[in-house]
């Protein structure tokens, strides 16, 4: 009996992975606003600040290696 796990990613897991992101987006906002006093525009600020700093090393390395040679 051949035990090999899936490779193909279900439905499933990937509603989960959207709804832990999004409760935990929600977590931070609130923490960022009532714990740490921040406005939501800087809040909205940092978080496009953040995301382009963590997605940039991402799209640089995609361009770099091309849509076919994936790692």
């Given at each position: 009996?051949?035990?090999?796990?899936?490779?193909?990613?279900?439905?499933?897991?990937i509603a989960v992975a959207i709804c832990v992101a999004?409760?935990?987006?929600?977590?931070?906002?609130?923490?960022?606003?009532?714990?740490?006093?921040?406005?939501?525009?800087?809040?909205?600020?940092?978080?496009?600040?953040?995301?382009?700093?963590?997605?940039?090393?991402?799209?640089?390395?995609f361009l770099r290696t091309g849509p076919g040679n994936?790692?």
């Amino acid at each position: 009996m051949d035990c090999k796990p899936d490779s193909k990613t279900d439905f499933g897991s990937i509603a989960v992975a959207i709804c832990v992101a999004a409760y935990t987006a929600i977590m931070l906002a609130y923490l960022a606003q009532d714990d740490l006093g921040l406005t939501a525009a800087q809040t909205r600020h940092f978080s496009m600040v953040a995301a382009l700093f963590l997605a940039l090393p991402i799209a640089l390395d995609f361009l770099r290696t091309g849509p076919g040679n994936a790692r």
